[in-house]
């Protein structure tokens, strides 16, 4: 039998609790003996990591087109899909991925408003079948989520946009959320006890023991 790994995504708003959330869906996976690759986006291999530095840097000499952005981010993630994820997933690994392809979605087709066909052709065109097998989505109000974001230092160039920005980004993430399946949508104002087990909750209900020992075999 072909080894076949899951993929299981984290997205949300700036301050979320990605990371909080990547640590705990590792942890937990790591204590059912599963080898665990964990990604970010836009970043994950070298080259895409330069393409991270050149979205997230504020430059005062020249603004980056929203469809500059969009194309930069779906270039990182080819570059991340075909250099990493899709050979784990081949080994049997698992993926934990901070932010995949709903990021675009919402970000540059809610925040930026980006034309959807636009966005749909770029996806059909680049990603191929590789698709996560769960997104969970951490829901919080861009106020609270910027707010602990701020409180860890200086802002990013995307971080530094205007409260309408994110308030379209969490409607577009939002609306997704409601109607694609293999989405889990988590309340991330609760503490982030709560956070944690409704994270573990949807993890067990959508690979209960029986999928991860097949995985493993
Ligand atoms: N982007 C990305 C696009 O526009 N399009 C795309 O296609 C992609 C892939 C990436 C940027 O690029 C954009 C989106 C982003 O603007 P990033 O650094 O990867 O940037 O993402 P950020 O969202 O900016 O990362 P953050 O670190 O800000 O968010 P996290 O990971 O969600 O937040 P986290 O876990 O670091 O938590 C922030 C703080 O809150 C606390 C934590 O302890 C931490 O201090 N916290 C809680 N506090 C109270 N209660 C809870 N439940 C808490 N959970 C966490």
Not at 8 to 17: F, H, P, Q, S, Y
Request: glycine residues 6%.
């Amino acid at each position: 039998m072909s080894k076949t790994g899951k993929f299981i995504v984290v997205e949300g708003l700036e301050g979320a609790g990605k990371s909080s959330a990547m640590a705990t869906i590792c942890h937990y996976l790591q204590q059912q003996q599963i080898v665990v690759v964990s990604t970010r986006e836009p970043g994950g291999t070298p080259l895409a990591e330069k393409l991270r530095t050149l979205v997230k840097q504020v430059d005062s000499n020249e603004q980056l087109a929203a469809e500059t952005e969009l194309l930069l981010m779906y270039a990182a993630r080819v570059q991340l899909l075909t250099n990493v994820i899709r050979p784990a997933l081949a080994r049997g690994d698992w993926i934990v991925a901070d932010r995949h392809d709903m990021s675009s979605r919402a970000y540059q087709g809610g925040g930026r408003q980006l034309d959807e066909q636009l966005i749909n052709n770029l996806r059909s065109s680049v990603l191929g079948n590789t698709k996560p097998d769960l997104t969970l989505y951490l829901d919080i109000d861009p106020a609270i989520g910027l707010s602990r974001a701020a409180a860890r230092g200086q802002l990013d160039r995307i971080e530094q946009e205007q409260l309408d920005f994110f308030i379209r980004t969490r409607q577009k993430y939002r609306d997704i959320a409601a109607t694609e399946p293999a989405i889990v949508t988590i309340d991330a104002s609760k503490p982030l006890a709560d956070v944690q087990l409704a994270i573990i909750i949807a993890l067990n209900s959508y690979f209960p023991v029986s999928s991860k020992e097949q995985c493993n075999g």
